[in-house]
């Protein structure tokens, strides 16, 4: 199961850019990687998936090197409400759904 | 809101109860999850069902039991209740059994208390 490293916190001021890696040295070729954002006390939201290069939605963009040994969420434009916990998760896990969270990155956005 | 409900929203009760935590999963879902967050454990997978069949166990402790019945609603059962299982408890539920693209949708969680 691949172990993923992200920062324990990071800062950062409304309007700026936001990016957050995410460290997988062990993934593997059928590993995707994903994206989960959680305010306090809500549960978790999935926010983006991606295998490699890069994939965009309405909320983020998430770029994958072509080793995809680490992957970087991006953020655009933060505002005091993207200030929550996100997680890296790398899978699948087996032949079931289970997500394996890590620590997270706690993004505190100030004003 | 995610479509995926849990009753009840908070419960408080005291060493050696036991409680159940009832989740309904967005219509359509067959895949029903339990998670559990403490302060000192972070987010945890307890179990899965799958259409009314377990199909997969985390660290979930043998005091706690859970099933998903018929009409795909689930319940997670915590017995001898221990100080330590104060948490928040989440249900999330998803279209499938697996796979890359299985998005799970999260509940609002039930904060358990055991005093």
């Known amino acids: 199961l691949a172990k993923t490293t992200q920062p324990i916190s990071m800062d950062s001021y409304e309007g700026q850019e936001v990016n957050i890696t995410c460290s997988h040295n062990n993934i593997a070729t059928n590993d995707y990687i994903t994206w989960y954002q959680q305010f306090p006390s809500q549960g978790p939201r999935f926010i983006i998936q991606g295998y490699k290069t890069k994939v965009t939605n309405e909320v983020a963009s998430l770029f994958i090197p072509a080793d995809r040994k680490s992957s970087t969420l991006s953020l655009p434009r933060v505002s005091l409400s993207d200030t929550a916990v996100y997680y890296c998760?790398?899978?699948?896990?087996?032949?079931?759904?289970?997500?394996?969270f890590g620590q997270g990155t706690t993004l505190q956005v100030k004003p | 809101d995610s479509g995926v409900t849990q009753t009840p929203k908070h419960l408080i009760t005291a060493t050696g109860q036991r409680v159940t935590l009832r989740c309904s999963p967005r219509?359509?879902?067959?895949?029903v999850y339990w998670y559990q967050q403490s302060l000192d454990q972070g987010l945890q997978f307890l179990i899965q069902y799958y259409n009314g069949e377990e199909r997969a166990k985390g660290n979930i402790l043998e005091r706690f039991s859970a099933q998903q019945f018929p009409d795909l609603h689930s319940e997670l059962n915590l017995s001898s209740l221990e100080l330590g299982d104060s948490a928040l408890y989440f249900c999330?539920?998803?279209?499938?059994?697996?796979?890359?693209?299985?998005?799970?949708?999260f509940g609002p969680g039930t904060r358990l208390t055991v005093l």
């Open positions: 998760l790398v899978g699948p896990v087996g032949n079931t759904g289970k997500l394996i």
């Open positions: 219509s359509g879902d067959l895949s």
């Open positions: 999330a539920s998803s279209v499938q059994l697996a796979g890359v693209n299985n998005e799970q949708f």
